[in-house]
């Protein structure tokens, strides 16, 4: 038991650490005050969005090469699960930003981006369920989903960096020093095992989503 | 502690949280477990 669950009790220790500690733990002055430990939350959210979109990418592409079925199934739970740490970034960084900025949403490179990127996503999963044939319907959104990925990175990853002014932070020339590589070093202690605890809580989640998906399947199996 | 004015509740209150949270997805992951040995037996009969 303990060797198929070692991952998913770490994955509990450290977000439970990224919790209380990233209370603790001192944030420089800035503007953003206290506000700032949201980016042990917060961004923890696109970076399990990033990483389940890279699985599905992987998935698609080996799809398109052994037209496995189970390959297919793993590339849209990954965005199922994906989309939940999207929706969850985008409310989360509203509210952020309505204490940062005033405002839920302002018109800026980087949260259009994260929107466009949700939506081509959302296309994904309406083009699957549009497609009757499943054989048709994994060719076809496997080759979809590679699209999808690189259009993602372009809007959420280096469209806002070329935009040049953008309020938020890691984009354009924004100096406000909260990307990872500009951390304080006493930030840096929470928030890598936080990315760390939020990618392994999404591939658990990911994991379950899978074998949900094979039993439904089975069933389907039995009853033709 | 004073100067972080009893933040520390909010603190266990996300602790208990994220635990219940933990609990919970520990449970939904044995249930389908379950779901998956009973379709196995069902499945193969004789392996039982």
Redesign the interface.
Known sequence: MIKNYWW?IL??IL??YA??YG??VAVPETMIRQTMRNLFYHVGMWFGMFTMLIVSFIYSLKYLKGFRMDYDRVAIEAVNVGLMFGFLGIFSGMIWATFTWGTPWVKDPKLNGAAVGLVIYLAYVILRSSVEDRHKRAKVSAVYNIFAFILWIIFVLILPRLAGDSLHPATGDNPTPVMPMHLYPAMRTVFYPAMAGWILLGT??LT?RI??SK?RS??EE?NN | METYGKIFVVVAVLAVILTGVFVYLFFIDRKVGKLEREIREKENPKER
Do not use: S
Request: net charge positive.
């Open positions: 998913k994955a509990f977000l439970l919790v209380i209370f603790y658990w989640i379950i074998r949900i039993l089975r069933l039995q």
